[in-house]
């Protein structure tokens, strides 16, 4: 299967532990996306990479988050010092950039973090 | 922002078409309209998007008013498979080239045998 992956599919965690994510996107996409769902909600954007290059980064994104993208290729999301409230689906997706035209973005599916 | 507005919950019989809103009064001229489904408990899936004109894939049809203030997606033969929350998304005017994705809460369609 050549679509998004996302490792692991669940997570549970005790609160003030930290947590790792990782994303394989598909390969040939150079943009990667992270957001986080909650129950009941649409999903809310974290960040996006271009390449290596961490380009932007939501004011959701505290300092206790902190995304890499070290190759170009997979990423890792990083959630340390976890709290109840970081209790979320975390989506990844990507996709590849043309400019001035719009490309969809493929979602893998998803890794479901509970804090304890 | 631009904002989009959906109905909270559709339901529809199997066999038949569905057609699901979208408001996005505030969408700016040159911004496409997106939309995407999420089957319970899996990642979203883009279904389409559209500029001005209707579209047509495998998947769906998107309709979009000549003032580009609404649209409606139209899936024609609605199976059981479609239940999903389905997502209409209009990128804010100063989303740059990033292409980020602002999501509302989506309709929750609901498709009966």
């Known amino acids: 299967d050549t679509g998004v992956s996302q490792d692991p599919r669940h997570k549970i965690t005790k609160r003030g532990q930290n947590v790792t994510f990782r994303c394989d996107p598909i390969?040939?996409?150079?943009?990667l996306y992270w957001y986080r769902q909650t129950l009941g909600q649409g999903p809310e954007f974290l960040t996006y990479?271009?390449?290596?290059?961490?380009?932007?980064k939501s004011r959701l994104l505290s300092d206790r988050f902190s995304a890499e993208r070290p190759k170009g290729s997979f990423s890792t999301l990083e959630i340390q010092r976890t709290e109840q409230g970081d209790s979320a689906m975390y989506l990844c997706?990507?996709?590849?950039?043309?400019?001035?035209?719009?490309?969809?973005?493929?979602f893998g599916p998803g890794t479901r973090l509970t804090v304890l | 922002d631009a904002k989009t507005t959906q109905p909270p919950s559709m339901d529809c019989a199997e066999g038949r078409a569905a057609n699901l809103p979208c408001n996005h009064s505030?969408?700016?001229?040159?911004?496409?309209v997106y939309w995407y489904r999420q089957i319970h408990s899996q990642g979203p899936q883009y279904i389409i998007h559209?500029?001005?004109?209707?579209e047509t894939n495998e998947m769906a049809s998107l309709i979009i008013t000549e003032d580009r203030k609404s649209s409606t997606l139209i899936l024609p033969h609605a199976t059981l498979r479609d239940t999903a929350v389905y997502y209409c998304?209009?990128?804010?005017?100063?989303?740059?080239?990033?292409?980020?994705?602002?999501w509302g809460l989506g309709t929750s369609l609901a498709v009966n045998p």
């Open positions: 998304i209009a990128p804010p005017p100063n989303a740059g080239n990033n292409r980020k994705l602002i």
């Open positions: 990479f271009q390449n290596e290059a961490q380009l932007e």
């Open positions: 505030t969408i700016s001229g040159n911004e496409y």
């Open positions: 390969s040939e996409h150079n943009r």
């Open positions: 559209g500029l001005k004109n209707n």
């Open positions: 997706a990507s996709s590849q950039s043309t400019s001035g035209i719009y490309n969809e973005q493929f």
